[in-house]
């Protein structure tokens, strides 16, 4: 099955993900199939925390990937960003 979920990067106590989609099967850190964004929970005011392409994300969704619960929530909340600043 494949899944979208975070993986790891970063130096230690400064952690930086990317979101990734990907085997399930595969360890956390293994090959991926595709990178479709990053989250950086210690960001600065000038640094983005959250970037995301929803388009690969709707793409691999409609394809049956599971997201894991962090991502689902992520995705959620970069949804009503995205809305409230088109609005």
């Given at each position: 099955?494949?899944t979208?979920?975070?993986?790891?990067?970063?130096a230690?106590?400064?952690?930086?993900?990317?979101?990734?989609?990907?085997?399930?099967?595969?360890?956390?850190?293994?090959?991926?199939?595709?990178n479709?964004?990053?989250?950086?929970?210690?960001?600065?005011?000038?640094?983005?925390?959250?970037?995301?392409?929803?388009?690969?994300?709707?793409?691999?969704?409609?394809?049956?990937?599971?997201?894991s619960?962090?991502?689902?929530?992520?995705?959620?909340?970069?949804?009503?960003?995205?809305?409230?600043?088109?609005?």
């Amino acid at each position: 099955m494949v899944t979208i979920r975070l993986t790891r990067r970063g130096a230690k106590n400064s952690p930086f993900y990317h979101v990734v989609v990907t085997d399930s099967r595969k360890r956390q850190g293994g090959l991926s199939l595709e990178n479709v964004g990053f989250f950086n929970p210690v960001a600065r005011k000038s640094e983005p925390k959250l970037k995301l392409d929803l388009a690969r994300i709707d793409y691999w969704l409609g394809k049956g990937a599971k997201p894991s619960d962090r991502v689902k929530t992520l995705v959620g909340d970069y949804r009503k960003q995205a809305t409230q600043a088109a609005a």
